[in-house]
């Protein structure tokens, strides 16, 4: 009985020496190192757990892989043309106009408020000179009052109204107007010499004394 429990723990030694080279299951490591307690009488009864070792089933051939077959649709859909209007499609061309207005803003409000203290210069220089202007007209208004002669200005009026109206037409013809003030002064003088020939004859005829 003593023999055979001795090959028993050589048997088992002999396993832990091969586990801890190959690596094997730690239950048989700690089976294996009751080699190393020293040899004594038993204690009966004797009670050795054998390690239980994992079997896994192995496949030779693995199962191929049948793949999906998705069934086409039989009915024809319609392609439609991108280019015609559609009323269901998404544009970006509004988003775009918005936000370039948006920018055109920013960029206006960041421009008044780098140029204010600019534009503010320009616009007291403009007004500047439009006041010089309307000073310099309120003192040439000034300067024509100054010359006004009320004497002057009568006499200028009776020219208006004792001038003669020249004619337009002259014996139905139509001529200009330094020719009918050329017809005018001969008529004017024929009929003053006329007059004159008619008081010489008065005259005459006032002196003569039949004998």
Not at 8 to 14: D, G, K, L
Not at 20 to 35: K, Y
Not at 43 to 60: A, M
Not at 103 to 127: D, G
Request: aromatic residues 6%; charged residues 30%.
């Amino acid at each position: 009985m003593l023999g055979s429990l001795r090959f028993v723990a050589r048997s088992f030694a002999n396993i832990t020496i091969a586990a801890e080279r190959r690596h094997v299951h730690p239950t048989i490591r700690s089976i294996g190192s009751l080699n190393q307690l020293p040899l004594g009488s038993p204690t009966l009864p004797i009670s050795i757990k054998l390690p239980t070792i994992i079997t896994k089933k192995i496949i030779e051939k693995p199962v191929p892989c049948i793949p999906l077959r998705i069934p086409r649709p039989t009915i024809s859909l319609p392609l439609a043309d991108p280019l015609v209007d559609n009323d269901n499609e998404i544009q970006a061309a509004r988003l775009i106009v918005i936000r370039r207005k948006k920018m055109k803003k920013h960029k206006l409000r960041k421009l008044r408020k780098r140029m204010k203290y600019v534009w503010a210069k320009v616009r007291q220089k403009r007004e500047m000179r439009k006041e010089k202007a309307f000073q310099a007209e309120l003192m040439g208004q000034v300067k024509e009052a100054e010359k006004f002669s009320p004497i002057n200005y009568v006499h200028e009026k009776l020219n208006i109204v004792n001038m003669t109206i020249l004619p337009n037409r002259w014996r139905g013809k139509r001529l200009p107007e330094f020719v009918i003030k050329d017809l005018i002064a001969k008529a004017q003088a024929k009929k003053q010499a006329k007059i004159e020939t008619l008081e010489r004859r008065k005259k005459f005829m006032a002196s003569y004394k039949p004998e």
